[in-house]
Nanobody, 122 residues
Framework: QVQLVESGGGLVQAGGSLRLSCTPS????????MGWFRQAPGKEREFVAA????????HYADSVKGRFTISRDRSENKMYLQMNSLRPEDTAVYYC???????????????WGQGTQVTVST
């Protein structure tokens, strides 16, 4: 069983930046693909970005392409989401996720973190 812990959320003005971190533990987290989802108030949870186990392949939702960057540091056992040019519509709870493959992470992750709040003000 893999546990995922997010950090780095907070309040930022529109146009600003934040970096989220996800630290996995338990099981063999290094062998999993990982990703980020978000859920805004009154909306369904949506896919944001995914990265394969090696960190060499990434995928992004169209809404964040060119603004967000997903990465992972296998030596530190962490995954990151660098968020630039933030917009009020990026406001949501952001969840770290892990799964056996990128495709599965993007659709039906096996493991979830507890979420971290990101609020972008105008």
């Amino acid at each position: 069983q893999v546990q995922l812990v997010e950090s780095g959320g907070g309040l930022v003005q529109a146009g600003g930046s934040l970096r989220l971190s996800c630290t996995p533990s338990g099981g063999t987290p290094g062998g999993y693909a990982m990703g980020w989802f978000r859920q805004a108030p009154g909306k369904e949870r949506e896919f944001v970005a995914a990265i394969n186990w090696s960190g060499k392949t990434t995928h992004y939702a169209d809404s964040v392409k060119g603004r967000f960057t997903i990465s992972r540091d296998r030596s530190e056992n962490k995954m990151y989401l660098q968020m630039n040019s933030l917009r009020p519509e990026d406001t949501a709870v952001y969840y770290c996720a892990a799964g056996n493959t990128e495709a599965l992470v993007m659709t039906t992750p096996r493991f979830w973190g507890q979420g971290t709040q990101v609020t972008v003000s105008t």
